[in-house]
């Protein structure tokens, strides 16, 4: 099969089929998604080596008795070892010994065939285009928000970041009708979250005034800045974003007004999958590009560009 290598570089490579382990899924990958995490990656986060990649949407194709076979699915990444202390207390999702789609030791979706746990795969609804199931996982990210900081329909919510991520996000909170401000760099951005009832605002226009619950989604080291900044005394700063390097932070900037920062990553796949069923939301307006996996390395190099929103990789 074709696949997408990093070590130390990236390049396209044919090389065997994944093989099955027990419980496992054969997943033939119909089309991938580029995002920030994947292009850290490549700039050294996690130390990864392997296959990139944990976007996708996809036919299972082995094994044969496996009740799956022929059906779409969607995967959620992370693979724990299901015996330790914190997967028996239900925090699978941060096993130590995990392993995690295109991130942490099993390699992702950049290749024409994947393999994950049969429980990790949910069935993708025969209405559900490819182009839209293929973003339930950043979907699911978007709705950990809510799961992570709950707010009240009285407080007033901003996003830090007008990429794919925190387009998804404020579309959510706003679907829940939150009082939900966007501050971005690009206008042509900014105006997708528009039709959501979404409140949008360039950074450096960004009204003065404090909010309840931001959510930092920009991917930039200064977007922690901002949402301290904007965040009222004893309100919740969310960060989503992700880095190969280091973050400071003055500790002072959270006790003295006793702000409460919470991390937020994985979300609830069926709730996402609902809501792109009944439409709720589209996010095929997200695509800026389709690229097939021969042209990879390409694709990857394009998604870095300034102002790209979702790039996506079709394996078959």
């Known amino acids: 099969m074709q696949a997408l290598i990093f070590d130390h570089n990236l390049e396209l490579k044919e090389i065997p089929r994944p093989a099955i382990r027990p419980g496992e899924a054969l997943v033939r990958v119909r089309l991938a998604g580029i995002c920030r995490t994947d292009l850290e990656?490549?700039?050294?986060?996690?130390?990864?080596?392997?296959?990139?990649?944990?976007?996708?949407?996809?036919?299972?194709?082995?094994?044969?008795?496996?009740?799956?076979?022929?059906?779409?699915?969607?995967?959620?990444?992370?693979?724990p070892c299901g015996v330790c202390p914190r997967c028996r207390r239900r925090l699978a999702r941060?096993?130590?010994?995990?392993?995690?789609?295109?991130?942490?030791?099993?390699?992702?979706?950049?290749?024409?065939?994947?393999?994950?746990?049969?429980?990790?795969?949910?069935?993708?609804?025969?209405?559900?285009?490819?182009?839209?199931?293929?973003?339930?996982?950043p979907l699911a990210a978007a709705l950990a928000v809510s799961e992570a900081a709950?707010?009240?329909?009285?407080?007033?919510?901003?996003?830090?970041?007008?990429?794919?991520?925190?387009?998804?996000?404020?579309?959510?909170?706003?679907?829940?009708?939150?009082?939900?401000?966007?501050?971005?760099?690009?206008?042509?951005?900014?105006?997708?979250?528009?039709?959501y009832g979404v409140k949008t605002f360039l950074e450096n226009e960004l009204a003065s005034g404090e909010f309840d619950l931001v959510v930092e989604a920009s991917g930039s080291p200064g977007g922690l800045d901002l949402a301290l900044d904007r965040v009222r005394?004893?309100?919740?700063?969310?960060?989503?974003?992700?880095?190969?390097?280091?973050?400071?932070?003055?500790?002072?900037?959270?006790?003295?007004?006793?702000?409460?920062?919470?991390?937020?990553?994985?979300?609830?796949?069926?709730?996402?999958?609902?809501l792109l069923t009944q439409g709720w939301l589209d996010p095929r307006p997200l695509v800026s590009r389709v690229f097939p996996l021969s042209q990879g390395v390409a694709a990857l190099d394009w998604a870095r560009q300034k102002g790209v929103l979702k790039v996506l990789l079709a394996a078959s």
Request: proline letters at 9%; hydrophobic letters at 40%.
């Open 41 to 79: 990656v490549l700039r050294g986060y996690h130390s990864f080596r392997g296959i990139p990649g944990h976007e996708f949407v996809g036919e299972v194709v082995g094994p044969p008795e496996s009740d799956l076979v022929g059906q779409r699915v969607v995967g959620e990444i992370n693979i």
């Open 94 to 137: 941060h096993c130590r010994e995990r392993r995690v789609l295109g991130l942490r030791g099993h390699d992702g979706a950049f290749a024409q065939y994947l393999t994950l746990p049969r429980d990790n795969l949910h069935p993708v609804p025969d209405a559900l285009t490819d182009d839209a199931a293929v973003f339930t996982e």
């Open 150 to 195: 709950p707010a009240d329909l009285d407080q007033r919510v901003l996003v830090i970041g007008d990429g794919t991520l925190g387009l998804l996000i404020s579309f959510t909170l706003a679907l829940r009708g939150l009082n939900t401000h966007l501050a971005g760099h690009y206008p042509e951005h900014l105006r997708l979250a528009e039709p």
């Open 233 to 274: 005394p004893r309100g919740t700063v969310v960060l989503k974003s992700t880095f190969a390097g280091c973050v400071p932070l003055d500790p002072a900037l959270l006790v003295v007004p006793e702000v409460r920062l919470v991390g937020s990553r994985c979300g609830p796949f069926p709730a996402a999958l609902r």
